[in-house]
């Protein structure tokens, strides 16, 4: 007798969510390796929060990713966060083994692999980081793993830049620079980098400062990595102006990506497709710029 096959699900836990194109991209994934499962994206209010991660220890579901604004949240409602989900407080995966309901935070494996598949050496560089969110969060611990030796961080509220220092433990020298260009200690952060990081949203489609880079192009040098976090427009003005100046760019697309081929390979223990993914990931995003 052969056992009954079932269509597992995984979850994608966010509010919106319908913006999201990690379905389309896990889907391609799942269907190219012959997975029996559907990624769906569940739009939970805060409120439901706790009974969608109930829904979640069911032998149907194989785990799920958790987006904003649930990344935090979700925490105190599952079994057994990693240590790399408490160094960054944050939860973006989480996987159903028998009930029992694990969590990580693939976020900073898929800044680490972004950028050595752009080929970048972290071990001992100096990156500055703009921004000081939840992202930056990520982007610190991941500089901490891969043994950089200096973390300044450019933020325009000095307090959340703060908040960031004890991430980087006793090995990365953690400093400050207000976000002004202006700013002697800003300008030459930017310069001596090896690495510079934009974790803000200036400079992505629809928000706030769509046409703007918060580090100026005569900042930039050639032999250093730009890294945008955001990822539509694929190429935006912080990207644009590095790479006028002669600096490597690396776009957010990679980050999305490898973040979530880190959550396949939990959730299935398979080697997840990458050019599949990014193959659908780059048709999702160009289908929705039609659409708008
Ligand atoms: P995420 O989770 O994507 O990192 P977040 O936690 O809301 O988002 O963090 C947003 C970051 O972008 C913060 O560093 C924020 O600066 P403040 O700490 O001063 O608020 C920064 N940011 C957002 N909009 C910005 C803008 N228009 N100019 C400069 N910085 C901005």
Known sequence: MTAARRTRTIALLGHPVAHSISPRFQQAALDAMGVDARYEAWDVEPVDLPGAVERLRSGDLMGANVTVPHKVAVFRLVDRPDALAEQVGAVNTVVNRAGVLEATNTDVAGILRSLEGAGVALKGARVALVGAGGAARAVVVAMRTAGASRVTVINRTAENAAALAPLGGVDVDMRYAPLDAEDATFRSAIRTADVVVQSTSVGMRHGPAEAETPVPGDLFRPGQVAFDLVYVPERTPFLAAA????????????????????????????EPPLDVMFTAARAALAAREHST
């Not at 990506?257 to 959730?267: D, K, P, T």
């Open 243 to 270: 790479e006028a100046a002669g600096a490597t760019p690396v776009g957010g697309l990679a980050m999305l990506v490898h973040q979530g081929a880190e959550a396949f390979r939990l959730w299935t223990g398979m």
